[in-house]
């Protein structure tokens, strides 16, 4: 199990530094069977990588660019983030997609992230629209497929993240969730030797007290946490929620 929070852009320096000390607290006794990972703002990795060293929280970023190096204004590469400690990278989440990210481009990101030994949470998922004209879990096995183009299973996270319920308190119910991880694990299982070992996150509007219904799901690997891992005592009971469903 794993349960990773995406920041995405909020807290200043001392809040963001402030929030891991206190994340590492609370989940200083975890079981070794749930991963923590935390995903700061890019520019608060290296403050946040001192406050965590030594605990059981590892470190994620929310984004890459595949090249090496060179002239893209304002990018990261992963030989930066591998320099910070970072272990996990956040690859394709819906609100770049949007920005005009495509699915070739997040396979590259993939590739790259790979290649420096960081594992990709690569986050899929539906549109409202799409949810609603029947067809969502083609339009994510599509979207699934064309994102792993030349990808190999390494470390490989998968994120199922319907848009509708990113961030609008309207999560999908455990039933629609399990059916999505349930047709992802079989097409990973198609696609790669080990693919239904690969690990399958839910996210959107996970919170407290729905987090439990959610990890009783078969297909439910853990979650990745937007506005709740803002919240130290929020992310630690989704943590917690997530043990109790190992017993
Ligand atoms: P949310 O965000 O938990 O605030 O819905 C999840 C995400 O975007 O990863």
Redesign the pocket.
């Known amino acids: 199990m794993l349960v990773a929070g ?1 920041w ?1 852009m909020n807290l200043g320096h001392a809040d963001a530094v402030g929030l891991a000390a206190e994340i590492v607290r609370a989940t200083a006794d975890l079981s070794d069977e749930v991963g923590v990972a935390i995903c700061p703002p890019a520019v608060w990795l290296d403050a946040v990588a001192e406050r965590v060293r030594g605990s059981e929280v590892r470190l994620g970023a929310q984004n890459l660019h595949p090249a090496d190096g060179g002239a893209f204004t304002g990018e990261v590469s992963a030989g930066m983030l591998t320099d910070l400690d970072v272990e996990y990278v956040i690859v394709g ?3 770049r997609r949007q920005m005009g990210e495509t699915s070739a481009f997040v396979a590259e990101k993939v590739r790259a992230a790979q290649a420096a030994g960081l594992a990709p949470i690569l ?1 899929v998922g539906e549109t409202l629209d799409e949810r609603e004209s029947g067809d969502a879990e083609a339009i994510v096995l599509a979207q699934l497929a064309a994102s792993l183009d030349g990808v190999d299973s390494a470390d490989l996270v998968v ?1 199922y ?1 319907p848009v509708w ?4 308190g309207r999560t999908a119910t455990p039933e629609q969730a399990q059916a999505m991880h349930a047709a992802i694990r079989r097409a990973l299982g198609e696609r790669f030797e080990d693919g239904e070992d690969v690990e399958i996150l839910y ?4 919170k407290p007290d729905n987090a439990a219904e959610l990890f009783d799901q078969d297909d439910l690997d853990g979650a ?6 803002l919240d130290a005592e929020s992310f630690a009971a989704i943590v917690a929620a997530a043990e109790a469903s190992m017993c």
């Not at 319920?165 to 609008?168: L, S, V």
């Not at 996210?203 to 996970?206: A, F, K, L, T």
Request: aromatic share 0%.
């Open positions: 995406n995405k989440h819906s609100e986050c994120a993240e319920a990113i961030g609008t996210g959107g509007s996970v990745l946490v937007g506005g709740a891992s």
